[in-house]
């Protein structure tokens, strides 16, 4: 499970489109996604760094493209 650094904002400003991409309903999001709601929020206030995989099934849910820069840890 490898984890996915982005610039400062970056991984905020992703998850806010995605978001967006729902309608703003973050369980709609978390449930389409199989993902939970805390790791989204706190991966939306960047207190945690976004699993590459996460990435990679929100980017192919919402068709929001993947932001360019990222470093894979």
Known sequence: MARVRLYKGRQRHFLNRVAKYFDNDW???AKVSSICE???RDWRREKYKIRQDALLML???SKIPIPKGIEVL
């Open 59 to 61: 980017h192919q849910v």
């Open 38 to 40: 805390r790791s989204l």
């Open 27 to 29: 369980s709609k999001l």
